[in-house]
């Protein structure tokens, strides 16, 4: 099992602000990796800057997929070389169908044999999405965009697959059923590389966790490892023992990561 994407000592400056603070991370073939972390610790933004959507950026570091240099290269390129990204909020073609989404995944394809092959193994995903194919995408309900998002990522037939934030906004039930599915598109052999704010459900599916606080990992390792955490549990689950801090010394506690 080989490293897919290694991004070494990472600097990004976005709207201003120092975004990301020296970042290195390796996203090993056929893993879940996951990101953890609170609005505006700068998850979101290693996405960006790996799919080259920031202008100029990264500052400084180096980024490689499949052992070639990616940082400063197009989106596009980055694209045709194998990375598919969901990005937060789903960002359908409203006025486009299902189906009329799903190619736009595709656009690169030549291989129209295949691709109507994919159609049926994204349906086989998620069912709903053949029962509203010829169905603007946007009158779909909030899950069933974000299946969309994710079967029109596919559609690309990523080496390496993003999913940012793909929980944002859905009932638990949904939430539940979107990251089974996550996992089985990963036994199918697409590597993933997940940023996610539900901690709880992003351990229970991946192989390896971070955390990003301010800017910079403050925390790595197997995620079945984190799960049992009394920190990544009190401050990322939400689960407190009789050992947890309050006040001041709760404070000074999550002090030392920033």
């Given at each position: 099992m080989g490293t897919l994407?290694?991004?070494?000592?990472?600097?990004?400056?976005?709207?201003?602000?120092?975004?990301?603070?020296g970042v290195s991370l390796?996203?090993?073939?056929?893993?879940?990796?996951a990101i953890?972390?609170?609005?505006?610790?700068g998850k979101s933004t290693i996405l960006k800057t790996v799919m080259g959507l920031l202008d100029d950026q990264p500052d400084k570091g180096t980024i490689e997929f499949m052992d070639k240099r990616i940082d400063g290269k197009d989106t596009e390129v980055i694209v045709r070389m194998g990375l598919s990204y969901?990005?937060?909020?789903?960002?359908?073609?409203?006025?486009?169908?299902?189906?009329?989404?799903?190619?736009?995944?595709?656009?690169?394809?030549?291989?129209?044999?295949?691709?109507?092959?994919?159609?049926?193994?994204?349906?086989?995903?998620?069912?709903?999405?053949?029962?509203?194919?010829?169905?603007?995408?946007g009158t779909l309900s909030g899950g069933e965009q974000q299946m969309l998002a994710i079967g029109r990522a596919l559609m690309n037939r990523p080496k390496l697959l993003f999913l940012d934030e793909p929980s944002l906004g859905l009932s638990p039930l949904l939430v539940k059923e979107i990251f089974s599915i996550i996992k089985t598109i990963n036994d199918a052999g697409v590597t993933i590389l997940l940023v996610e704010q539900n901690a709880r459900m992003a351990l229970s599916i991946s192989d390896v966790g971070l955390i990003l606080e301010n800017g910079r990992f403050?925390?790595?390792?197997?995620?079945?490892?984190?799960?049992?955490?009394?920190?990544?549990?009190?401050?990322?689950?939400?689960?407190?023992s009789e050992e947890s801090a309050k006040g001041y010394q709760r404070w000074k506690r999550k002090k030392r990561w920033r």
């Open positions: 994407l290694e991004i070494k000592n990472i600097e990004t400056f976005y709207v201003l602000i120092y975004a990301l603070r390796t996203v090993d073939e056929g893993t879940i990796t953890l972390g609170n609005n505006g610790a969901v990005p937060e909020g789903r960002e359908v073609f409203e006025e486009l169908s299902v189906r009329e989404n799903l190619l736009m995944g595709a656009y690169i394809r030549k291989d129209r044999a295949a691709i109507r092959k994919d159609f049926e193994q994204i349906y086989q995903y998620f069912p709903v999405l053949e029962q509203r194919d010829d169905q603007w995408a403050v925390m790595k390792g197997k995620s079945s490892e984190l799960m049992e955490d009394k920190d990544v549990r009190e401050f990322y689950m939400g689960i407190k």
